[in-house]
Each structure stands twice: as C-alpha cells, then as structure tokens.
C-alpha cells in the first residue's frame, strides 16, 4: 500500500478516495478516526489516502491533475486587482470542501429531524 495524499482534514481525503475510485482504483483512508481523539489539535499529516502499489503512479498523477484544477485568477487578466479578488486562492478549495460536507450532513440531519418530530 503506498501513500498518494496528505489531507488536512477527513473531509478531503473522501474527495480523493471518491476521485480516485471514480477512475477505478481502489482507495483507503489512514487515520481517519484520530481526528476524533485529538479533537481540535492539528494532525499533521496523519491523515492519508493510500492505494495499491500497481497504482499508485496513475493515482499520484490523478490527484495532481486535481490539485493543481483550481484555475488562477493571475492568468484572468478580467480579474484585476479590485476588492472582489480573492487574496487567498486557498478559499475556493476551503468553499468546495465545505459545500460538499453540508451535501453530506443535510441527509443526516433531515432523517434525525423526522426521527425526532415523526
């Protein structure tokens, strides 16, 4: 088994694991639940998404291409410096990852709502 990425968060290393079994290689998260006994403390590293060694190499070059998908303003010259330009690209990843764990919560929440109420 061989390491393809470092996630910071669980969040994102299930978008990985879901990209990478899109493209039929089978994927696993390492160190999943130590989030949950270090609470609030970083990891650092401790979470990976890991496949076989057979694919590895094709895996590292899909997770690159992912990686570096996120289009940058400094080649959009209608972007220009103004207040609407986003300082930190870094957000736009923080925002898709965010809207993809309330995709996930809304479904849970919901049925424990009806759970509770019904």
Do not use: F, N
Request: hydrophobic letters at 40%; one cysteine or more; aromatic letters at 6%.
């Amino acid at each position: 088994m061989k390491s393809v990425y470092q996630a910071a968060h669980v969040t994102d290393a299930y978008m990985v694991r879901s990209l990478l079994e899109q493209a039929r290689i089978d994927a696993w998260i390492r160190g999943e639940h130590l989030q949950g006994g270090l609470g609030e403390l970083p990891l650092g590293g401790q979470i990976t998404v890991c496949v076989a060694e057979a694919d590895a190499g094709r895996a590292r070059r899909i997770v690159t291409e992912w990686d570096q998908s996120v289009p940058d303003d400094d080649d959009d010259p209608e972007a220009g410096d103004g207040p609407d330009r986003d300082p930190r690209p870094d957000t736009r990843r923080s925002r898709t990852t965010a809207l993809v764990a309330a995709a996930l919560l809304v479904p849970v929440l919901w049925w424990a709502m009806t759970r509770l109420l019904g």
